[in-house]
């Protein structure tokens, strides 16, 4: 309840720029948290948690066999954060420096929670060029983005960043039980071995469902 009442001051402060209306659903979460393969030890980053609806989630799968390091810009949302979740590294600070807060370790993936629709283009490239130097080769991204957000150029242009920079790409399915609905981009840092261009997997692009964008050339 008290982060849906975060949520809602949030949105009557700013209502032209929240694009989340309420934390991200267990759907939206398990969807996320699915995207990324863990291992024993492994080094796991958040990207802007605010609730912490992905921390929790990922903390159990985690189940004290890796490491999750969270990186959250707003001072209050970071103190809420460090309480509800002692297990996990909090700092309270910007994506675009995580390089410094990771003392030469290379992620196994980083999940954002970020909204790179409202991002101005010059800090989608900062925050997506500290990320991609923060992830291990064959590191794993995944981002996600409000559905009806999708056209926006910011989205657009973030999607356009992601089919350049990253070895491959899965966008998955409309999470329908999230409020707003939300999709997730799944990206794979190259690995030294790769020397093409980036893919969309093949077994997510006949899963379109009518009307809705979740499939998009890649190149
Ligand atoms: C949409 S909310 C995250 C939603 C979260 N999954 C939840 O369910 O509560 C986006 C969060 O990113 C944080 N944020 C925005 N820009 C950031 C940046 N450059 N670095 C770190 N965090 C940032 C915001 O303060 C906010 O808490």
Redesign the pocket.
Same mark, same amino acid.
């Given at each position: 309840m008290n982060?849906c009442l975060q949520f809602l001051g949030e949105f009557a402060r700013r209502p032209f720029t929240t694009i %989340?209306l309420w934390?991200?659903s267990k759907a939206l979460?398990k969807v996320v948290a699915n995207c990324c393969d863990l291992s024993p030890g492994g080094l796991i980053v958040e990207?802007?948690?605010?609730?912490?609806?992905?921390t929790r989630l990922m903390l159990d799968r985690l189940n004290g066999q890796g490491r999750l390091l969270v990186?959250?810009?707003?001072r209050t949302?970071a103190t809420l954060l460090r309480c509800r979740f002692p297990q996990s590294q909090m700092i309270q600070?910007? %994506?675009?420096n995580i390089r410094s807060h990771l003392g030469g370790r290379r992620a196994a993936c980083s999940m954002s929670?970020?909204?790179w629709g409202n991002m101005l283009p010059q800090?989608q490239d900062r925050?997506l060029e500290a990320i991609l130097e923060s992830l291990a080769p064959g590191g794993q991204f995944p981002a996600?983005a409000c559905a009806h957000a999708a056209w926006f150029p910011t989205s657009r242009r973030f999607r356009g960043l992601l089919t350049r920079h990253f070895q491959r790409l899965e966008i998955t399915p409309v999470v329908w039980c999230n409020l707003p609905p939300a999709i997730v981009f799944r990206c794979w840092k190259r690995d030294s071995a790769f020397a093409g261009r980036p893919v969309l997997n093949p077994e997510f692009a006949g899963s379109s469902q009518p009307g809705m964008p979740e499939v998009w050339p890649v190149g």
């Amino acid at each position: 309840m008290n982060s849906c009442l975060q949520f809602l001051g949030e949105f009557a402060r700013r209502p032209f720029t929240t694009i %989340a209306l309420w934390p991200s659903s267990k759907a939206l979460s398990k969807v996320v948290a699915n995207c990324c393969d863990l291992s024993p030890g492994g080094l796991i980053v958040e990207l802007g948690a605010r609730t912490g609806a992905f921390t929790r989630l990922m903390l159990d799968r985690l189940n004290g066999q890796g490491r999750l390091l969270v990186v959250e810009i707003n001072r209050t949302h970071a103190t809420l954060l460090r309480c509800r979740f002692p297990q996990s590294q909090m700092i309270q600070g910007s %994506a675009e420096n995580i390089r410094s807060h990771l003392g030469g370790r290379r992620a196994a993936c980083s999940m954002s929670g970020l909204l790179w629709g409202n991002m101005l283009p010059q800090t989608q490239d900062r925050v997506l060029e500290a990320i991609l130097e923060s992830l291990a080769p064959g590191g794993q991204f995944p981002a996600f983005a409000c559905a009806h957000a999708a056209w926006f150029p910011t989205s657009r242009r973030f999607r356009g960043l992601l089919t350049r920079h990253f070895q491959r790409l899965e966008i998955t399915p409309v999470v329908w039980c999230n409020l707003p609905p939300a999709i997730v981009f799944r990206c794979w840092k190259r690995d030294s071995a790769f020397a093409g261009r980036p893919v969309l997997n093949p077994e997510f692009a006949g899963s379109s469902q009518p009307g809705m964008p979740e499939v998009w050339p890649v190149g």
